[in-house]
């Protein structure tokens, strides 16, 4: 259960099921959601389309094929996820989309599809804000957190520590100020020669090396602030390689990669540890993509279990992007009463948005 502070939304008072797109990256989702009065919204069904093998022969998402495969991906996955609850459009209320942050031409998609639908079925649509999706994700989660808490948001684009008191109030507390965590995996990762996305395959070569192997950077972590920096990482992470000679063991490998991951997740802890402290909280919790990262969880574990409080995190395949968190967040913000469900059908994407303060 979670307190709303807004009231008098119609949804407040009855229950409604929302569709949710994303489509802002390199994986399309959709999902279906139904919330019912002073309840968390629960998850009926789900579907994702991953790019990852489309893109993997380039080296990254490339913006116009993604924007491609998503016109292609987005229906058959909304016939699918009806299919799955035993649904029919018409008992969708909602139409919910990722406007942003991400790519404009694959925000493009799914933003006109669920418009298009909407408009054929007489329904309203509602935009959405990635992050807010990620922040929001655990509650769909068998143990979801409550208000307020402090989240540390890492995903590809991002690296940030909010305080949330509650749905749609996020105050920043500190934030990268270069690469995000998870492009600091996947930049080295492509170093080491581990393809894109780096930062799964980097996190399990780290498994069979030692942390302590090379001494890596760890930028402002004695800094008073919740800022981090992890561009110098790569930097460190080249110069090593070259250090290592054209052809270094499997072990060597393995070594640099655990010790790029323990100097990663030892600055997101540290700083984590930090904002739970000067918050006052007993609550943290964790989304986006690197929040599946094991290392990471193990830390933090350790440190809530030493100092009493609790981390939440989102289940491990809602981690990376998928529709229900979209879902979530549009019905979510509908519960609190923060916006209404508009029925112009007119849309806007914002590639470049930030949450807190929205
Ligand atoms: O949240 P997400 O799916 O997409 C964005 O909104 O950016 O996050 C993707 C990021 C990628 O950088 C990927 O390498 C990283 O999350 N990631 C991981 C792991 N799984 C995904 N990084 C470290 N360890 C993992 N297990
Ligand atoms: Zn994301």
Redesign the pocket.
């Known amino acids: 259960m979670y307190g709303s502070h807004h009231s008098g939304s119609p949804l407040t008072a009855s229950s409604c099921q929302v569709l949710g797109i994303e489509s ?2 390199d ?1 399309t989702g959709v999902a279906l959601v139904r919330a019912e009065p002073g309840q968390v919204p629960r998850l009926r069904a789900h579907a994702l389309h991953s790019q990852v093998a489309m893109h993997q022969a380039y080296g990254g998402v490339v913006p116009e094929l993604a924007s491609r495969d998503h016109i292609r991906r987005v229906l058959p996955l909304t016939r699918q996820v009806l299919a799955d609850a035993a649904a029919t459009l018409a008992e969708v209320d909602v139409l919910a989309y990722t406007r942003g942050p ?1 790519l404009a031409g694959a925000l493009l998609v799914g933003a006109g599809t669920a418009c298009a639908l909407a408009a054929a079925l007489g329904k309203p649509t509602l935009g959405v804000h ?2 807010e999706g ?1 922040l929001l994700s655990p509650f769909l989660s068998a143990d979801p957190p409550e208000f307020p808490f402090v989240a540390l948001l ?5 690296t940030q520590l909010m305080q949330v008191d509650g749905v749609g109030r996020y105050a920043l507390l500190g934030e990268t100020i270069d690469d ?4 600091a ?2 930049k080295s ?1 492509k170093l080491l020669g581990l393809g894109y ?4 395959a ?2 399990r070569l780290a498994e069979q090396g030692d942390p302590a192997a090379f001494a890596l950077p760890r930028p402002l972590l004695h800094q008073p602030n919740l800022d981090f920096s992890f561009a110098g990482l790569k930097t460190a992470v080249a110069t090593a390689l070259r250090k290592l000679g054209p052809q270094p063991t499997a072990q060597q490998q393995a070594d640099l990669a655990a010790s790029t ?1 323990a100097a ?1 997740v030892d600055v997101l802890v540290r700083k984590s540890v930090k904002a739970v402290q000067a918050s006052g909280l007993r609550r943290l919790v964790v ?10 969880r193990e830390q933090l574990n350790a440190q809530a279990q030493r100092r009493g409080w609790r981390v939440h995190y989102p289940e491990l395949s809602l ?3 998928n529709g229900a968190m979209i879902a979530l967040a549009a019905a979510m913000r509908l519960q609190a009463g923060l916006d209404q469900a508009g029925a112009d059908y007119r849309f806007e994407v914002r590639p470049r948005w930030a949450l807190a303060g929205t």
């Open positions: 802002s990256c994986e991400g990635h992050l990620h890492v995903s590809g684009g991002h995000a965590a998870g492009e995996f996947d990762a996305p780096g930062g799964p980097l996190s991951q990663i989304a986006g993509g690197v929040g599946a990262n094991r290392a990471l981690c990376t992007d």
